[in-house]
């Protein structure tokens, strides 16, 4: 996915300034797929250069002039066409795995308390997806089109960190576990 398909989906939810689509992207998009702020006005010039989306000058009172961003038909198409290509599944691919399984040749101590934090932040934005869930969606299944969509991929967030709070504490258990072992069988000789 290119960062313009993120773009395409978030103005065809709604028209946007650069400003606004950021915050969009920090608050929601971003959760699964990140751009800098410099990289999204620099994709929107790009993507306004290509027929994808249009640009309306806004003035506004005691501040500068904004650009709203729309999603044209040429975008729409690229979106659909995009949309209904066929994709490969995602490999996982994370150097927390690779750290994870090399961790017996270099300083477990440091990866164990790197971690818990990584766990400790994981388990913060559980819980901040599970009050979105609650706030935004309370009858799930009365939900239908592009408000079911964004539900599910909020359920895909849920579950994900769901996983990662899991493995990274089933990890941690397991080496805390084995510590206390050795430190145990140490005293008692």
Known sequence: MALEHAILVSLSERAASGSELVRRFDASIGFFWSATHQQIYRVLGRMESDGWITAETVPQPDRPTKKVYDVTD??????????????????????????????????????????RRQLDEHTKRLSLYEFLATRDFPDPGALRDADL?????????????????????????????????????????
């Open 74 to 115: 040429a975008g729409r198409a690229e979106l659909t066409r995009w949309i209904g290509e066929p994709s490969t599944p995602d490999a996982m691919r994370s150097s927390v795995s690779v750290r994870m399984r090399g961790a017996s040749y270099g300083d477990r101590a440091a990866l164990l308390e790197d971690l």
């Open 149 to 189: 969509d964004i539900y599910l991929v909020l359920r895909g967030g849920l579950l994900m960190e769901e996983f990662w709070i899991r493995w990274l504490s089933e990890y941690i258990d397991a080496h805390t576990s084995i510590a206390t072992d050795i430190a145990t069988s140490g005293k008692e000789s």
